[in-house]
């Protein structure tokens, strides 16, 4: 165990309290340590991502009133003792993130190969190398419906964006992966399992399991691990603002509906589930597991019926 300091001052019991409404930088030192008042804290905590550099893809988020997934990942990885490059299409939400963590802020498309490439490059220079790969990026709707429905358009850009966006950045990354023996972290979607009206989506998802499991397997012997979250019903700017912009639905009554549909405690989940789950994953805690597909979900995909 080693001491630390937080890059932004306070403690990480600090951050830990605050995280599901308060996750800024600023506020959190506004807010001090429960421990030390008034100044910073050093405390003997293992850091669980201590050493490690991370490549978050999709750290942005989407404009909302929550944390979208990506980036509650990033912040948790730099609370943790990661570096982190924070990748994103949108500039401005590369450099939010970015800034707001202390991590290194960089703009690619991942449907792009030559633009995988740089990201991997880019975290080689800036860290010496790469120790964890997230794919975050996830799109949906634009023409996406159930499959007498759905456009060719959304399908050709959900597969391009979903699945082999996914699979050209752990193409780029493997061997610098197998240097270090790192992992990838899939965020999936439990709409790989389930779901009738987003055909594109939900081929995609599917896909990215397999994606998941068949990098897992190519690559176990170079101990590099491989493994997938399945978020289920998450109360984040991409589930709530967008789907009530596109469809009218007042977002608080989406929440409603959503939050009823969950098992346990009839409440969604958040980014921060999504993020400690990544965390876990990602870490060395997690070492003998590979080729996983973990339900984040309150129980909805054990439910049948
Ligand atoms: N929110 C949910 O309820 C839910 C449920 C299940 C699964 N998921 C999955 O979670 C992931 C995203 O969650 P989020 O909350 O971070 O979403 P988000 O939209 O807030 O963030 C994703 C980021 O990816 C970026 N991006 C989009 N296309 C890109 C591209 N081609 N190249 C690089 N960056 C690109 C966007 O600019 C955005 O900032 C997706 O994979 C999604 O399918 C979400």
Known sequence: MK??????????TALQLDEPGRAAPAQLADYGCPLHPGRFAIHTVPMRLAQKRAIVVGAGQTP?????NGRAIATVFAREGAKVLCVDRVAERAGEVAAEIGGVAFVADITDPTACAAIVA???ARFGGV?????????????????????EAAFDRIMAVNLK???????????????SKGAIVNISSLA????????????????????????ALSNAKHGVRCNAILPGLMDTPMAINTVSDVTGVDAEALRAKRNAQVP????????????????????????FITGALLPVDGGMSARVG
Not at 64 to 68: A, L, N, Q, R, S
Not at 266 to 285: H, I
């Open 64 to 68: 909302g009133d929550t944390i979208g």
């Open 192 to 215: 790989s399992l389930a779901g009738a009206n987003m055909i594109a989506y939900e081929i995609s998802k599917a896909a990215v399991n397999r994606l998941t499991q068949s990098v």
């Open 165 to 179: 966006g996914a699979w050209l950045t752990i193409k780029a990354a493997i061997p610098s992966l197998r240097e």
């Open 131 to 151: 120790d964890i790969l997230i794919n975050n990026v996830g799109i949906g709707g634009g023409g996406d419906g159930p499959a007498h429905v759905a456009t």
């Open 3 to 12: 001491p630390y300091r937080r890059p932004w001052g306070g403690c990480n």
């Open 122 to 124: 880019e975290a080689k």
């Open 264 to 287: 346990l405690g009839a409440k969604m989940g958040d980014a921060w589930d999504t993020a400690n789950a990544a965390l876990f994953l990602a870490s060395d805690e997690a070492k």
